[in-house]
């Protein structure tokens, strides 16, 4: 036990707290920079069993944030060059690569087996599909976000309310590490509290920070927060799926430009946001109607619009980046 003598020293943690998370089986979405000072906290206190999924690979303009990795990591699969990392700080725990993207298609099963799933990707869609899930499951998520100089962290699902309760709209207009930027050490702060909700909540520390959001301003240092325990889960709750889940009976509207990607189903139309707002397309009282775009932001919004015409389900497809065009506006 000399490995972890020094935590096992906390009054709060002792040995139960050291059992509890050798015990622990951990999902963590996103290898980039919320999870490169996560997972060596993780790792380094002991977790039994990780596992990582990210379809990316180690690119030259991660290493500023994403300091886990090394140049000599640059081509590799983010989530393989983590896990190699993680074996070799500690043997102990079992590291397991998923190089995939985490989507409605792969959730269930990456979720099911696990006691916490923890949300480090830069992806609204894989966020809300991770919020989706784990209520179902009733596991707790650690979600987290940085953009700029502002991040915040959250304990949602289990016993607390979902992603939705708290953020039931998205934006209408968006931006992501690669088009704002990001500073490394904003993320470094959001990520070593995310560490620390993980370790509280599979320790069953008290007060729990399922319930609690913790927001941190780089601008003046300024950190705040407060407990949502009572948020209400919103009526209109349009779902994220999968582009292989589209049927012959669906109304599937492409919210794309032509230069952002194919169509994602030969009787899938062209429309924007502006024009479903303006003049909704014609469906069957409960024909189900998939809004496509790339990050999911615009799909929200036309489902915004629908929602208030159409009766029956109404769904969301996020199709990735098919083309060069990196941003996302309604």
Not at 37 to 59: C, N, R
Not at 208 to 236: I, K, N
């Amino acid at each position: 036990m000399t490995r972890y003598a020094r935590q096992i020293a906390v009054p709060e943690f002792g040995p139960a707290g050291q059992d509890a998370l050798r015990k622990a089986r951990v999902l963590v979405i996103g290898a980039g920079g919320l999870a490169a000072p996560l997972l060596p906290y993780l790792a380094g206190a002991g977790v039994g069993e990780i596992h990582i999924v990210d379809p990316d690979t180690v690119e030259l303009s991660n290493l500023h944030r994403q300091t886990l990795f090394r140049e000599s990591d640059i081509g590799t699969a983010k989530a393989e060059a983590c896990a190699n990392h993680l074996r070799a700080l500690n043997p102990d725990c079992r590291v397991t690569a998923h190089v995939t993207g985490f989507a409605p298609d792969n959730a269930t099963a990456l979720c099911s087996g696990m006691d916490l799933v923890l949300d480090c990707a830069d992806s609204f869609a894989a966020s809300y599909v991770a919020s989706d899930m784990c209520q179902a499951l009733n596991l707790p998520l650690i979600s987290a976000s940085v953009v700029g100089m502002d991040g915040y962290v959250g304990g949602f699902c289990g016993d607390a309310p979902s992603l939705r309760a708290l953020f039931p709209d998205l934006p209408r207009a968006a931006g992501t590490c690669a088009t704002l930027g990001v500073l490394g050490p904003v993320v470094g702060v959001i990520a070593t509290l995310q560490a620390q909700m993980a370790i509280a909540v599979l320790t069953g520390h008290q007060p729990s920070p399922l319930g609690q959001l913790v927001t941190f301003d780089a601008r003046d240092f300024r950190f705040g927060g407060f407990r949502f325990d009572t948020a209400p889960e919103p009526s209109h709750r349009p779902a994220f799926v999968a582009a292989a889940d589209i049927t012959t009976d669906d109304l599937v509207v492409d919210l794309r430009a032509p230069e952002e990607g194919p169509l994602p189903h030969p009787n899938a139309q062209r429309m924007s946001v502006a024009a479903i707002a303006q003049t909704p397309p014609a469906a069957a009282p409960n024909q189900r109607i998939l809004l496509c775009c790339r990050s999911g932001l615009r799909a929200w919004a036309a489902a915004e619009h629908l929602a208030l015409h159409h009766t029956g389900p109404i769904a969301m497809i996020a199709l990735g980046d098919q083309s060069q065009t990196s941003e996302e506006t309604p």
